[in-house]
DNA sequence: CGCTGTCTTGAAACTGCTCAACGCGTGTGG
DNA sequence: CCACACGCGTTGAGCAGTTTCAAGACAGCG
């Protein structure tokens, strides 16, 4: 069923996309009259003065906080995932970073066994929180830019609570899938979008509060049904994403939360 | 099996709890070298000259816009709720909102149906985003309280997600409990913990991620085994905290997170 | 007093979970 | 060079927990 596509997707498929931040391109002349839904700004240049840059490697922890005080992040490229444990076993992702996000050590809750970890390859931001809140204080560009970082990742946030609290698993996983093709995908020259998958199975899994083997499931059924394959472990190729929309109810939310960087050609 | 209970707790429930905010009662020197769990700061007092302050009643609706811009939010008494109703009927409580949170449009997401509305009677101030944007940008105390708010909130609902992601039914019901005990706990005479359950039994459910129908199930389970017992419906009573608490893995973070205000009765 | 909306409860259906087996690619040591 | 172990993803069968649907209890309100 699948060998068609794979056919095509292979070869494309051999060029890195590494979640890297585009240029600014800020649009701002594309819906002037929209209260919501502007377009996220580019990180300040100033900042970039009064962190240190990390270079993470895929599967690396970040530790949550600096010499003992608390840590705050920008991501400039790449992602990283916070992920909750708690006693039993029990293992959530709560959120995934990518570029341009902010995160400070008082987003993890206390008392539970938060992580933060590179789901992909790429450089982050750090800054102790002291002096990241000095900047936000005295720099507006900074502080417009980590409001409405904030307020971006909260938005999400609620899109995210809304699937994992009401869809069934096919449509956490087109969700899911969505969500990556805006953040990652390229149109590959046969007609679909290739984009990354970076995260295991186990982690797409506790991303949408699924069990893995139920997951790995509702992936095999999509590629039955013709709609996505993937040739490489950590690839995927979606043929329709018009049809993969259609399977997820926050697909208008996700494009405008999402589709900034190749969502213009993605759509 | 519950009658036992109501005999003392139908008396004391006659006072009201109205989920006002406490007095500051800083214990700065509680936990000096802790790097999270610090306590959420006081309103700061210079932010109601410019806002107007808004009645709610319960079940009200508040605009999320100010007539077309955005708005920003935050609560002195009574709690509001997010939430977010997709096509299918879909609908998510995303958060409920306590005293001293904060609430800006941009938190909710685009190009879905959001609605703020208040799930027990009290008043909220509201701003033009732009104009609390503005003190935010030149006054240190403003800025800092905004920003701890945030983060509180943010770890807040990091805690949710993994109780909605991966808890089953009765230790999400007893994660709700926890935290409405610890909003709105009293120490009853006959030595367990009465408190308010504003939100209708729908709300829960969909706060949670539940049905209603397996909620009120579980409810009564928990009722049945001697644990709760509600006289009222908006009212309930704990008899033992620490036994509901076990119930639920998430029990220390939600007491580091909401134990500010009756809390140190509580415990 | 009857109406309506909220809450409760039961029985049946179903979705997603558990557990266990297998395939596959990779690294390691004989 | 091969054997083996290991991590990861896949798949099947059976089961448990939740949802669905429908009926009934209860309180608030006109």
Tied chains: 1, 2.
């Excluded at 990742?153 to 995210?160: G, K, S, V």
């Excluded at 790995?216 to 929309?245: N, Q, Y």
């Amino acid at each position: 069923m699948g060998g068609v596509l794979s056919a095509c997707g292979e070869k494309p498929l051999a060029m890195t996309f590494d979640l890297k931040r585009e240029e600014p391109v800020r649009h701002a002349s594309a819906a002037p009259s929209e209260v919501s839904g502007s377009a996220p700004a580019a990180i300040p240049p100033g900042l970039k003065a009064h962190a240190s840059t990390v270079r993470a490697r895929r599967g690396q922890t970040l530790a949550l906080t600096l010499d003992g005080s608390e840590a705050a992040f920008v991501v400039q490229s790449g992602a990283l995932m916070l992920h909750l444990t708690l006693p039993d076993e029990l293992r959530q992702v709560v959120a995934i970073l990518y570029p341009g996000d902010v995160f400070r050590t008082a987003f993890a809750p206390p008392a539970a066994a938060a992580h933060l970890s590179a789901v992909s390859a790429g450089e982050v931001l750090r800054f102790r929180w002291s002096a990241l809140a000095r900047l936000v204080a005295s720099e507006p560009e900074v502080a417009r830019y980590f409001e409405d970082a904030v307020a971006g990742q909260t938005a999400r946030q609620a899109i995210h609570m809304m699937a994992v609290g009401r869809f069934d698993c096919r449509q956490r996983v087109a969700t899911f899938l969505v969500e990556l093709v805006l953040r990652t995908g390229v149109r590959a020259p046969c007609g679909g979008v290739a984009f990354e998958m970076p995260l295991s199975r186990t982690d797409m899994a506790d991303y949408l509060g699924l069990n893995a083997d139920t997951l790995s499931r509702t992936m095999s059924r999509l590629r039955a049904s013709g709609l996505l394959s993937h040739p490489d472990r950590h690839r995927a190729l979606v043929r329709d994403f018009e049809a993969l929309a259609a399977l997820t109810p926050a697909a208008p939310s996700l494009i405008a939360l999402h589709g900034e960087t190749p969502a213009g050609r993605a759509l």
